[in-house]
Antibody, heavy 123, light 111 residues
Framework: EVQLVESGGGLVQPGRSLRLSCAAS????????MHWVRQAPGKGLEWVSG????????DSADSVKGRFTISRDNAKNSLYLQMNSLRDEDTAVYYC????????????????WGQGTLVTVSS | QLVLTQSPSASASLGASVTLTCTLS???????IAWHQQQPEKGPRYLMK???????TKGDGIPDRFSGYSSGAERYLTISSLQSEDEADYYC?????????FGGGTKLTVL
């Protein structure tokens, strides 16, 4: 059974940093691209960042480019999101999501999702 | 620019059928999309991928009550024999340039 379990969320002040983690199991982690998607309170889904199976290609939404960095450790079956210079508008539930492809030919859709971790940016 | 458009809300009665629509922006008729369901207070769940030719690939454990098809720039999700647990937000999603795009979501109410 595929499982994606996010952790690391919490309350943080504007301008500070936070690192999210996603522990993956039930599939061969290093075969697939992975993503972070977020959802602000009462709003829709927004793609944040993606990473290919081998970490060669990283990409992020314009709204977080230069502030957030996606990474992965295939030996630990883990995905990460380093979030710096956090803003009020980054307040959201952050979901880890699996891509059914490795990302070599671009991103695809998300065939498995985690349950999310809440990040609240407030002073 | 690649944009997905969904109606904000839909409703149907228990046991009935409902079809949700996702419309691709002009010039993107050949794009596949994916449908995701988000029940209240839960993370999203992948339902199916719908290709431009109408073929679809369902996620694990998705009941036969859920089906998808295509017509031109429209991508459809049909849910038959509606059950109370089908009350949820439904998002379509595609990929290209911009890298990943979501529709605004449709809130389905089961009466």
């Amino acid at each position: 059974e595929v499982q994606l379990v996010e952790s690391g969320g919490g309350l943080v002040q504007p301008g500070r940093s936070l690192r999210l983690s996603c522990a993956a199991s039930g599939f061969t982690f290093d075969d697939y691209a992975m993503h972070w998607v977020r959802q602000a309170p009462g709003k829709g889904l927004e793609w944040v960042s993606g990473i290919t199976w081998n970490s060669v290609t990283l990409d992020s939404a314009d709204s977080v480019k230069g502030r957030f960095t996606i990474s992965r450790d295939n030996a630990k079956n883990s995905l990460y999101l380093q979030m710096n210079s956090l803003r009020d508008e980054d307040t959201a539930v952050y979901y880890c999501a699996k891509d059914p492809r490795n990302g070599y030919n671009g991103w695809s859709y998300f065939d498995y999702w985690g349950q999310g971790t809440l990040v609240t940016v407030s002073s | 620019q690649l944009v997905l458009t969904q109606s904000p809300s839909a409703s149907a009665s228990l046991g009935a059928s409902v079809t949700l629509t996702c419309t691709l922006s002009s010039g993107h008729n050949s794009y596949a999309i994916a449908w995701h369901q988000q029940q209240p207070e839960k993370g999203p769940r992948y339902l199916m991928k719908v290709n431009s030719d109408g073929s679809h690939t369902k996620g694990d454990g998705i009941p036969d009550r859920f089906s998808g098809y295509s017509s031109g720039a429209e991508r459809y999700l049909t849910i038959s024999s509606l059950q109370s647990e089908d009350e949820a937000d439904y998002y379509c999603q595609t990929w290209g340039t911009p890298p990943v795009v979501f529709g605004g979501g449709t809130k389905l109410t089961v009466l």
